[in-house]
């Protein structure tokens, strides 16, 4: 896997390696954290985790399965710091106007398409219970495995699987309502 | 509606869906499916935001993190060769040890001069096909004393606040401003450690042992001294070569290693080349790396097993 050898070139010191598995890696630790920390306050938290994940680098023992879930553990320690640093709930439902503007800003109707399904995809995610929302991006965005998943949260796997199915049935749900009102909408907008 | 709603979508349904399969209900009517689609589409929309930054695609916060990997890669140098003297010290009294350390660092420095094309200094990552592979204890102050061990003004400050190693660097300081002063300690370079095995290869040879300092070392080094002979296979390019993976602890032997073979395992990826891995890492959304046991998934996007 590209990834394992990229891990252990960076671990030898390739900054060239580093970065490969930083731009591999990053967008998943984003997508993950958003899920505890909200939107506004995902990339610092996610800099952070990657502090310690360079400073803990060269003790890390294994491929890129494991180097996912180890970056991952990191990442949710290092949120669940932020959040009881701030002493407030997490941003669930968060600050999404920087997915806003940068929907805004697209140039292109497939961009925008593409903008606005990330958009609302990331607006369900948002509005689930932490615990499912972290089910369901640790296995999607992070491509962890459901006993890795479970071992990050600490749960069993089974509570990882049944969380993971009530979170796809709640936004199954959202998305028939969303896509029947939007029926609606038209059936109406037709009728006048 | 008199079917229970979503009724299809049970733990194995939802499995299959998170591994980016299709699932299709069945038995299952028209809105079963319909459901089913839409969430396999959202799912792949979610995967697909963490797919790897493009090439030419902006990596937010990338040059913090370039820039923490460096300063942690100075600190694992230091805590290696500060662990090094300090195992030297107990052995021999403090003279002999400032001993060591000038030949050490003499040593070191000539290697370093003798070997072209590698760059010595983390702080001026040196493009293909040279890498930036740190040579402990030789990062002179050339790069901005970027990695002189004792000293505490050094960038490489942990951001923790706490810097492995340091206390021990106080000790040989005075001691240490007979010789070249470009170190206070000796964390031996991996040019040292070459000679090291050299030393250490011929003699065996000769049915004879190296000298103490360079057995130390050595042991060090490799973890042991059933370990120097595979270690050492691997610092001087063996055919086997693939020792130097294998470091037997993490810190200790991370930075020794990854001079001399890395300029054939350096990836590279920003430079485009045709045998980078970079390819593979860039692929299809998290398909490169979760995908192993999920080889029939239909979606672009593998959430992985």
Redesign the interface.
Known sequence: ???T??V?????????????V???V???L??YVRTLVGEGDA?DV??EA??QI??D?????GD??QF?GWSARIARNRSLDHIRARSRRPAIGGDETELTDRAAASDTAAEAMTAQ??RR??S??SRLPRGQAEV??L????????KRTAEILGKRPGAV??A??RG??Q???W??SD?GVTETAARTLKGM | MAEKPLGWLDEDAAEHLLRGESVLPSPGTARDVAEAERLAAFLATLADTGRRYPDDAYAPGQEAAVAAFRAARRETSHGFGTALFALVRRIRPLRAAAAVTLLACTAGGMAVASTAGLSPFTDTPAKPPATVSPLPGTSMPAAGGSATPGNDSSPSADPDGHRSGDPDNSGPGPDAKENSGKDATPPPSAAQLEDDCRAFVTEQTRGERPDRETMNRLNKAAGGTSKIGPYCDGLLGSPGGSTADESPDGPATASPDSTLSDPNDGPVPDAGSPTSPDKAVDSAPQDAEPAAGTGETTAPTAATD
């Open positions: 896997m590209a990834l050898a990229a252990r070139s960076a671990q030898k010191g390739d900054e060239a390696a580093f970065r490969a930083y731009r591999a990053n967008p998943r984003l997508g990339e996610a800099s990657w502090l360079t400073r680098l060269a003790g890390f023992k890129a399965d996912r399904a990330t995809t990331l369900l995610i369901v991006t296995r999607v965005v992070m491509g962890l495995d459901v699987r049944t993971a199915q796809l049935k936004i199954a749900e998305l028939e896509s």
